[in-house]
């Protein structure tokens, strides 16, 4: 960080700061050590049975080492997940390959590079911080190499990455999307994809047809509209949908060849589509929805 002794990061000046900086990097040194030491010893009382392999879950070890490194970490004073977690890190990182200077919890994530050669390797190349500068390892940058989920999102990705993972719960989600649906450039973006154009428009037929509940006999001609409308964009919807993922596609396909095993795959299902839109198309010109034993047999792939 840069800056004069004037400057203040929060109630500290610039200079005071990176003295506190630095204080706080060899505490993380000490714990690091700490935490690597811990993990040689749980491994000399238990070896891995599969040295560095993949993190143990539970029911993955024999009920032996299990117990063991249970009464370990109790003798100690830790939990038993913990003393696991570090007895596997240290088996991913023996001691000639622990990078100075990067935390215990960076050579965590790193860990879980499955090859051990890419993985070493890839340690003593840190990226450069965009804040700063400096070649360093974040807990971030570690976590952009597997492609996880970071704390402090930077791409655009990342960004909408975090936002879906907020927006698990769905009333969470409509919010959020009844928030964003209100910037006239949001809506015009959204509405440009056809999935999505298609469901707000079925949601709002569904809307209408909710509201017309109490009174559906004095609005029946009206109601039974709704129900045509409902089809009728799904229909549309499902048409709009299939074209726009081939046009995404197929571009895509440019250059590759194919097995006959798979070309016969998608000329089957290309035969699927056809009987499908055939029966679409009477469907509409003549109202009649039924199948044929044959075409029914087409669409369920026999």
């Known amino acids: 960080m840069s800056g004069s002794a004037a400057e203040m990061v929060g109630k500290v000046t610039a200079d005071r700061y990176r003295e506190l900086v630095e204080q706080a990097r060899r505490l993380v040194d000490e714990a690091?050590?700490?935490q690597f030491r811990i993990g040689d010893i749980a491994l000399?009382?238990?070896?891995?049975?599969?040295?560095?392999g993949a993190h143990p879950g539970a029911g993955e070890e024999?009920?032996?080492?299990t117990a063991v490194l249970g009464a370990f970490a109790q003798d100690v004073g830790l939990a038993a997940s913990?003393?696991?977690d570090y007895r596997w890190?240290?088996?991913r990182w023996p001691e000639p390959r622990r990078a100075a200077g990067v935390s215990h919890r960076v050579h965590s994530i790193l860990a879980a590079i499955s090859d051990e050669r890419a993985r070493w390797e890839r340690i003593t190349r840190p990226p450069v911080l965009e804040r700063t500068g400096e070649r360093r390892w974040t807990t971030d940058a570690a976590s952009r190499v597997l492609g996880w989920q970071?704390?402090?999102p930077e791409s655009a990705g990342e960004k909408v990455r975090a936002i879906h993972d907020l927006a698990r719960d769905e009333e969470v989600a409509a919010a959020v999307a009844t928030d964003l649906l209100r910037r006239p450039a949001v809506a015009r973006q959204a509405m440009a994809d056809d999935t999505a154009r298609h469901l707000v428009n079925r949601a709002q037929t569904e809307q209408a047809q909710r509201a017309a509940g109490p009174a559906r006999k004095a609005v029946g001609p009206a109601?039974?509209?709704i129900q045509h409308s409902l089809g009728f964009v799904d229909l549309v919807g499902a048409c709009a949908a299939?074209?726009?993922s081939t046009g995404r596609i197929v571009p895509g396909l440019r250059g590759q060849s194919f097995t006959e095993e798979e070309r016969a795959v998608v000329h089957r299902n290309l035969a699927r589509l056809r009987g499908a839109a055939d029966w679409v198309e009477a469907a509409v010109d003549t109202g009649n929805t039924s199948l044929d034993d044959g075409l029914a047999a087409l669409l369920r792939d026999q």
């Open 32 to 34: 690091t050590r700490a």
């Open 44 to 52: 000399e009382i238990a070896p891995m049975q599969r040295h560095g």
């Open 62 to 65: 024999s009920y032996e080492v």
């Open 82 to 84: 913990t003393v696991r």
């Open 89 to 91: 890190v240290s088996a």
């Open 150 to 152: 970071v704390q402090r």
């Open 223 to 225: 109601l039974e509209r």
């Open 242 to 244: 299939f074209v726009a």
